[in-house]
């Protein structure tokens, strides 16, 4: 875990993943292939699922993308500004498990995705896209208290 003590491999680090999870929201974004991936609306008697593949389906995914890429300037802007040295032990602790935390839920988040998938697959595209948000912008937001804190 020493390679987290040096600020710009974190900021390498949370841009690259920043980065590829806001291509993937900015870019499905009102895609018409995605769309037609998304259940059809009312498949399930849930205001909650029929609410979030409306959102999905009308192309609002790209402000989830640029939700990323802001929280990601701004976690970037307070590691320039507040981190010259390097990150302590206690800090690289903090940080390494959160980060482990968020790895091992991704871990586990894929075989109840595949049996998902193999077992109804009405709303597992609605269903991966709301975990891969919560997971990541929960990561984004976990590390900028952490970034603001120390």
């Given at each position: 875990m020493s390679i987290l003590k040096h600020p710009a491999v974190n900021i390498l680090f949370i841009s690259f993943m920043s980065a590829i999870y806001s291509f993937i929201f900015i870019f499905t974004a009102g895609h018409m292939e995605f769309a037609s991936m998304l259940s059809h609306?009312?498949?399930?008697?849930?205001?909650?699922?029929?609410?979030?593949?409306?959102?999905l389906k009308s192309g609002n995914m790209k402000f989830?993308?640029?939700?990323?890429?802001?929280?990601?300037?701004?976690?970037?802007?307070?590691?320039?500004?507040?981190?010259?040295?390097?990150?302590?032990?206690?800090?690289?602790?903090i940080l390494a498990k959160s980060l482990l935390v968020a790895g091992i839920l991704s871990i586990l988040m894929i075989p109840f995705l595949l049996i998902m998938l193999?077992?109804?697959p009405n709303y597992s595209t609605e269903t991966i896209f709301l975990f891969a948000m919560i997971q990541w912008v929960g990561v984004l937001v976990s590390y900028l208290f952490f970034v603001v804190r120390f």
């Open positions: 609306s009312k498949t399930l008697n849930s205001a909650f699922w029929n609410g979030w593949s409306d959102f989830i993308g640029y939700l990323i890429i802001g929280l990601t300037v701004v976690i970037v802007v307070f590691i320039l500004l507040k981190r010259t040295k390097q990150y302590d032990e206690y800090q690289v602790s193999l077992s109804d």
